[in-house]
């Protein structure tokens, strides 16, 4: 038996997972921004929440699956979009995808991927969703929409939340940007963290060093290195976007259309009103700014104003499958993870992958089952108890 298959909950995955990586790339994925108070405060959000079991319910048989733009997928949960995701495991987008296409729940692929759309499309075509990164330049944000459309992607999940590139203080620390790599000038101070790190590092060397922005290739100069491809995404990345350019994307992409990343009941309410078929309340995980309120909070905030019609996805701090049902249950249609499902592929690829999401999904069972809630719809608002500050 392999360590992921004996890992129980995703803290231990996640410590399997930082176990293998070198300083300089587990301080990123932790860090978030600033001093790293969002992300611990998007996890304990959860924390306030008890439920409030309803008894003699007929539970049996579970149904964990969710109706959702016209498919039923067979969780509340789907793999949200990690940029520059073949840092932690060498072809992470590709195992993801996989395991989400095998377990039928959505996977996110990232606008800032190793991986391109075409190959995610050929693993996982009823799957893959496609979240835009636009450029500066209007023809090269057109060629990725198109391209994601030929692929067969049916969701575009367009980031709205970076008016700025994100600040980490754990890069700024190391000097390593995860999307160039290191240089002459910063590898003598990780050569020891890396050699530390055996099974990353040779990982790491096998694969040629540092994964290509497969996503970005095709427009940087031809015959980009890696790290050239990866300062090229980094100069024409379009991070600024506006309520104009929202209206432009609504325009070019005819199916369906998120918006990612908004945590204000107005802006919600405005997004919808502009044509989005559902919002994903999201502060990136804790990696916008340290001293934002939770996720959570804003999806209980948001819920309460823009009614129960609304669409709203929801991600940030989800760790386990009963923090599925409390985000279900303070108003999130569909939830998605992020670092979960990164610690399982990080500690032990597509078995670790896949074991991250049979970790939510028979928790979010047991949960649904122990609390009288047969279906996910059952799931509301009367089955926990008031937030406890
Ligand atoms: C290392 C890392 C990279 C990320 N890259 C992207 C990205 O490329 N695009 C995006 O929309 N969100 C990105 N996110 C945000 C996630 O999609 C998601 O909102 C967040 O991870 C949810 O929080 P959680 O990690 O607590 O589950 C990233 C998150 C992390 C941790």
Redesign the pocket.
């Known amino acids: 038996m392999v360590a992921v298959d004996r890992a129980v909950s995703i803290e231990d995955l996640r410590r399997l997972a930082l176990r293998r990586l070198p300083h300089f790339v587990s301080d990123y ?1 932790e860090g978030g921004a600033g001093d790293g108070g969002g ?1 611990r405060r ?1 996890v304990d959000a959860f924390r306030k929440y008890q439920f409030v079991p309803r008894g003699l319910a007929d539970v049996t048989p579970v149904d964990t699956g969710v109706e959702l733009f016209g498919r039923k997928y067979a969780s509340l949960f789907g793999i ?5 995701a073949g840092i932690y495991r060498r072809h992470a987008d590709e195992l993801l995808a996989q395991a989400a296409r095998d377990a039928n729940i959505p996977f996110i692929l ?3 991927s190793h991986a391109t759309i075409e190959t995610i499309g050929r693993i996982a075509p009823d799957h893959a969703w496609y ?1 835009l ?1 636009g450029a500066h330049m209007p023809k090269v944000t057109e060629a990725m929409l198109t391209r994601a459309r030929d692929a067969g992607v049916k969701v575009l ?1 367009y ?1 709205v939340d970076y008016p700025l590139a994100p600040r980490s203080e754990a890069s700024a620390r190391t000097g390593v940007s995860m999307a160039t790599g290191p240089t002459l000038r910063t590898f003598p101070s990780l050569f020891l963290d890396a050699l530390r790190h055996p099974s990353w590092t040779a990982e790491y060397l096998r694969g040629g060093g540092l994964p290509k922005l497969e996503s970005w290739t095709a427009y940087a100069p031809a015959g980009s290195n890696a790290s050239q491809v990866a300062a090229y995404y980094v100069k024409h990345w379009n991070n600024a976007q506006t309520w104009r350019d929202l209206d432009k994307i609504r325009s070019l992409w005819k199916d369906k259309l998120v918006i ?2 908004l945590v204000h009941a107005g802006d919600a309410s405005r997004a919808l009103e502009a044509g989005a078929d559902a919002v994903t309340i ?1 502060n ?4 916008k700014l340290d001293c934002m309120q939770s996720a959570l909070d804003s999806l209980a905030q948001v819920r309460a104003s823009v009614g129960r019609d609304a669409r709203l996805f929801f ?4 760790r386990r499958g009963s923090d599925l049902v409390v985000a279900k249950a303070l108003g999130a249609n569909f939830c ?5 499902t ?1 610690y399982g592929v990080t500690a032990g690829g597509l078995r670790g992958a896949r074991r991250a999401i049979e970790i939510l999904q028979s928790d979010l069972a047991y949960t649904m089952a122990m609390i009288g809630c047969r279906t996910v719809p059952d799931i509301t608002r009367d089955y926990i108890g008031p937030a406890q500050l």
């Open positions: 994925l992300i998007n949200s979009a990690v940029g520059i990232s606008g800032a979240q990164y999940v980031t990612k990343g999201s990136h995980g804790g990696n991600d940030g701090g989800i998605f993870t992020g670092r979960a990164i």
